[in-house]
């Protein structure tokens, strides 16, 4: 079994920056040719696709985050991150990750981040 463990929000002025991080544990070999993302969810939306990156380090973002977040991985810690800059009301959603595995995938607990003056 696989956990997935989220830290690092909390409340951030507009404008401000927070730095997400999921680390995996558990039984697996290693993360390291896993893809992971990062997605969001607001009080009554969908979950929507924040960020992701490959085994090999591709990234890709969602239009309204490109440019101001960044995801980024360290196999050695099998941790993933989110750095986040430039942040926006509309920024505010509970995060979470998900970390492609070889035979499913696992989702974190979340992460709530709010974005207010």
């Known amino acids: 079994q696989v956990q997935l463990v989220e830290s690092g929000g909390g409340l951030v002025q507009p404008g401000g920056s927070l730095r997400l991080s999921c680390v995996a544990s558990?039984?697996?070999?290693?993360?390291?040719?896993m893809p992971w993302s990062w997605h969001r969810q607001s009080p009554g939306k969908q979950r929507d696709l924040v960020?992701?990156?490959?085994?090999?380090?591709?990234?890709k973002y969602a239009a309204s985050v490109k440019g101001r977040f960044t995801i980024s991985r360290d196999n050695a810690k099998s941790t993933v991150y989110l750095q986040m800059n430039g942040l926006k009301s509309e920024d505010t959603a509970d995060y979470y990750c998900?970390?492609?595995?070889?035979?499913?995938?696992?989702w974190g607990q979340g992460t709530q981040v709010t974005v207010s003056s």
């Open positions: 998900k970390l492609f595995g070889e035979i499913r995938n696992y």
């Open positions: 558990g039984r697996f070999l290693s993360t390291s040719v």
């Open positions: 960020a992701s990156i490959t085994s090999g380090g591709d990234t």
